[in-house]
Nanobody
Framework: VQLQASGGGLVQAGGSLRLSCAAS????????MGWFRQAPGKEREFVGI???????YYSDSVKGRFTISRDNAKNTVDLQMNSLKPEDTAVYYC???????????????????WGQGTLVTVSS
């Protein structure tokens, strides 16, 4: 499985960006796919995921501002980010896994596949 993330950039606070992650090599649609982020000097943190293509979960810090959408036909998962804040500045990574259980979705070490990361910078 290979993941390719795109769409990062520089945006002012209050603005919007859309990230996209394209996956290749997926064997079925039940993969969990989603997004993490890592700010400078901080650990990688959960943003949101499409759990087995059935339900979407978000971190409290982005709930109501970010939206994940998944296209199983294209094997893509997008992250629409609205009302961006300077604290959203980070490298955003897409992740996927075929065997993840619900209690593990927030832990990056439980994911087998990662994209290369795309930088999002929000200026104040």
């Amino acid at each position: 499985v290979q993941l390719q993330a795109s769409g990062g950039g520089l945006v002012q606070a209050g603005g919007s960006l859309r990230l996209s992650c394209a996956a290749s090599g997926l064997t079925d649609r039940s993969y969990t796919m989603g997004w993490f982020r890592q700010a400078p000097g901080k650990e990688r943190e959960f943003v949101g995921i499409s759990f087995r293509g059935v339900r979407i979960y978000y971190s409290d810090s982005v709930k109501g501002r970010f939206t994940i959408s998944r296209d199983n036909a294209k094997n893509t998962v997008d992250l629409q980010m609205n009302s961006l804040k300077p604290e959203d500045t980070a490298v955003y990574y897409c992740a996927a896994d075929s065997r993840l259980i619900l209690s593990s979705i927030k832990y990056p070490d439980r994911y087998d596949y990662w994209g290369q990361g795309t930088l999002v910078t929000v200026s104040s």
